[in-house]
């Protein structure tokens, strides 16, 4: 199928690969000359395990072509997916003029036959009638200048569409697989046509051609009005936020009384109706997601006068629990100031290179506060060379440099790597060694026997 992806961002980027790599004819438009040209050579903008790869394949053979020419775009695909950022703004609401001006834009372009819009930013719920409603203003306007253009008198644009919510579920470091192993394929539209294209287009995916275990069954795929699921989106990332912040209020009652939380995650996660996913207690959920989508739910709720209670809780408890880290090193440290803190990762996860709302931020700018020095290492960062909010960070280029003349180390990354450090070696260079596992996620017998004082989250330690 003919395909136009507007927005070569996270979401944009990777949905484009993936359909191409599926066998559908893509263009992909963004509106950044450079971006354009970088992903014409091959080269991807974004870090996502295997994405480099696809695009590569996709643009050999002919299956992906990228512009910045919108119009190009427009009238190559039947299928238009809108994936530009949609940004919080202070207020916690989406900023949604990205959205906007590429849906008046599709409006100026429209000509001919039927297109399928696509809703795939994570847009405020009601969106997908703005949009519609966006694209028609983008119709008129068209139409008005070609009216003033030939004197008085113009053709009529035929503008003949449907719109479409399709939200995705991919986690940063795992998109290529989540897109081809989805758990589930949502459709939210009022046109029927608009919805068979969109099963036609994911039928390679639903089928599992492309997934890991080929012998599970077909993806469901579940469709709903609009409205239905734009919310689907906002309420699985709320959900598995809220998740979190559950078992890490769980953590912290079990540091007081002397239980073992991932013993207990364990224990409530063999229930099935509660399952084992999203029970790691650490410093708290971040990235481009989580905290956006839970404050413009909540946003959301307020607008229609209903105040959000539990979420707003969620994320209370997740911001306290970034400081956790710091009041761990305080009770053992006592005084911070003058000491030397040195940080194992950066990112807000492991396998991505994102530094957006990451618990690293929030914990070195209350270390600075207290006057404690900040090193930090992580293996993307300090690869890349990335400092952004990392003022007054020494970001070193191995563990060991980082170890070095540290009074602790605080985990903040679950890096895989991480666990296979040498430890022992770390503990002669640092000034006394103390680790805070900020994630729950090293073997402790391990590191104590290197010679460090584990201290985990909600872990007797
Ligand atoms: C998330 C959703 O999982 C995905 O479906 C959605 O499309 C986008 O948002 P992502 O932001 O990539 O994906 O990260 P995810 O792997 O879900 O982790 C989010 C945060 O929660 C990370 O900071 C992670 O460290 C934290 N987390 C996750 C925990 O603290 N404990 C857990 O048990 C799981």
């Known amino acids: ?23 559908h004819d893509v263009v992909c438009v963004d509106n950044n000359e450079e971006k354009v040209k970088l992903m014409q050579s091959g080269q991807s903008p974004i870090f996502e395990p295997g994405l480099s790869e696809l695009m590569q394949g996709a643009i050999q053979s002919q299956r992906i072509h990228f512009t910045s020419d919108l119009g190009a775009g427009v009238s190559h695909g039947d299928i238009l997916f809108i994936a530009v950022g949609t940004p919080p703004l202070p207020t916690g ?81 795992c998109a290529i697989y989540d897109t081809f192993n989805p758990d589930r394929i949502v459709l939210g539209s009022n046109g029927q ?11 390679p995916i639903v089928s599992r051609e492309f997934a890991e275990d080929k012998s599970l069954p077909t993806v469901p795929v579940l469709v709903t009005d609009l409205s239905s699921a734009e919310m689907i989106k906002y309420a699985a990332n ?20 002397g239980a073992d939380v991932t013993q207990v995650a364990k224990g409530i996660g063999l229930d099935s109706r509660i399952g084992n996913k999203f029970l790691q207690a650490g410093i708290g959920w971040g990235g481009s997601c989580f905290p956006k989508d839970v404050s413009a739910l909540i946003h959301t709720a307020d607008d229609y006068g209903y105040e959000a209670q539990l979420l707003k809780s969620a994320v209370s408890v997740n911001q306290r629990q ?30 991505t290179d994102d530094m957006r709302d990451a618990p690293a931020l929030d914990i070195i700018e209350q270390l600075h506060r207290l006057g404690t020095k900040v090193k930090a290492f992580d293996p993307l960062v300090s690869q890349s060379g990335m400092r952004h909010g990392l003022s007054n960070v020494l970001v070193e280029t191995d563990p060991e440099r980082l170890a070095d003349g540290c009074d602790a180390l605080v985990l ?21 060694p103390i680790i805070i596992d900020g994630r729950n996620f090293l073997d402790q017998d391990v590191v104590e026997k290197a010679g460090f004082r584990y201290v985990g989250i909600g872990r007797r330690g």
């Open 93 to 173: 609401e989406s900023d949604t003029r990205y959205v906007e001006a590429v849906a008046r834009g599709i409006g100026e372009h429209l000509n001919g036959g039927y297109k399928v819009i696509v809703n795939k930013s994570t847009v405020p719920i009601g969106s997908g009638d703005w949009v519609r409603m966006l694209v028609l203003d983008g119709v008129a306007e068209r139409q008005k200048e070609l009216v003033a253009a030939g004197g008085g008198t113009a053709t009529e644009i035929t503008a003949d569409f449907d719109v479409v919510s399709n939200p995705e579920f991919l986690r940063e470091g």
């Open 1 to 23: 199928m003919r395909v136009c992806v507007i927005g070569t961002g996270y979401v944009g980027l990777v949905t484009g690969v993936c359909l191409a790599h599926i066998g």
């Open 322 to 351: 970034r400081l956790l880290a710091v009041e761990k090193l305080q009770q053992v440290l006592k005084i911070l100031k003058g000491k030397t803190v040195g940080l194992l990762g950066l990112t807000f996860k492991p396998d």
């Open 238 to 257: 709320a959900f598995l936020a809220t998740k979190i912040s559950f078992i890490n209020e769980v953590a912290n009652i079990c540091d007081r009384v």
């Open 412 to 432: 903040v990354t679950d890096w895989k790597q991480f666990r296979s450090l040498d430890f022992a070696k770390m503990a002669t260079l640092m000034t006394t």
């Open 193 to 203: 046509r608009a919805i068979s294209m969109m099963k036609e287009l994911y039928a």
